[in-house]
């Protein structure tokens, strides 16, 4: 089996710029706006719609699609339904970030559904959020469940396995799974987790990559890495959280491969 590799990671930051995929965002209208910023400073081109007229249109013509339960409403879901479908009749990834999968019944029960009639290419959430997915029960809130790193290794290669796709849980070390493949990835700054939108950017830059490579389990780790280097570059000149996500997309409009792989901390997990 592939072990995943820094200089492949890096050398999809290129690819991205190249193909300039565009992302078609059903989003959290509180993040909608880091979402967009951020892929357009990383080199993708987003559409932030989730009206149901224009699901249909939206995705047809998109490279990849992004479903954020964020901010869930009757609308938003029916639109992430349509989309879905035309995203499967024409073979295009489609990325879950099931935020607060675990905080409301209706939540758990909109996320369960997408997950039951689609496939998806990736799902990224922290252990709360993947936690309920397996279980299926609303328990937790937003934020993410203290768990121990073989806690959150087992969580993403049972959810990986039920889902049939890759899934990345994040915490102060992510944790990528797809079948037999697992990598953790230990980039960031904690001053990252006081914006609002990081995480959603994140999830916004799989559904990019993914949209440049069939490889979703690559996509992932290179997004994963990715936010995390641009928030130790920016730290380094920071004053404050504001100036940080300023200088989170200054730096994702400027990172090279040869940064990227200085920066970035991939590692392939080999223990059972």
Do not use: W
């Not at 059903?26 to 880091?34: E, G």
């Not at 992004?66 to 009749?89: E, P, V, Y």
């Not at 992932?220 to 100036?243: D, H």
Request: with cysteine.
């Amino acid at each position: 089996m592939t072990n995943i590799t820094t200089e492949n990671c890096a050398a999809l930051l290129d690819i991205l710029r190249e193909k300039n995929p565009l992302v078609h965002c059903i989003t959290n209208y509180v993040t909608a706006n880091t979402v967009a910023n951020g892929l357009l400073a990383a080199g993708a081109s987003p559409v932030m719609a989730d009206s149901p007229l224009d699901a249909e249109d939206i995705t047809a013509k998109a490279s990849a699609v992004l479903f954020n339960m964020g901010t869930l409403s009757k609308d938003r879901l029916r639109a992430m339904l349509i989309s879905a479908q035309k995203a499967a009749d024409m073979a295009k990834p489609i990325v879950l970030d099931p935020v607060g999968a675990g905080s409301t019944d209706n939540r758990l029960r909109s996320t369960m559904q997408l997950l039951r009639q689609f496939r998806f290419a990736a799902v990224r959430g922290n252990a709360s959020e993947i936690s309920a997915l397996l279980s299926m029960k609303a328990e937790k809130g937003v934020d993410s469940a203290e768990t121990t790193l073989e806690d959150k290794i087992s969580l993403a290669k049972k959810a990986a396995k039920r889902y049939s796709c890759t899934v990345m849980v994040t915490g102060s070390t992510d944790v990528i799974a797809n079948g037999g493949r697992v990598a953790l990835v230990s980039n960031g700054v904690p001053m990252m987790s006081k914006i609002t939108g990081t995480g959603c950017l994140a999830s916004g830059l799989v559904a990019a990559l993914c949209g440049c490579t069939e490889d979703s389990f690559e996509a992932a780790v290179t997004a994963a890495a990715l936010i995390g280097t641009v928030g130790e570059i920016a730290s380094e000149t920071a004053k404050g959280t504001g100036s940080l996500y300023v200088g989170m997309l200054d730096t994702l409009t400027n990172i090279t491969p040869d940064i990227f792989t200085q920066y970035a901390k991939i590692e392939n997990y080999t223990g059972e």
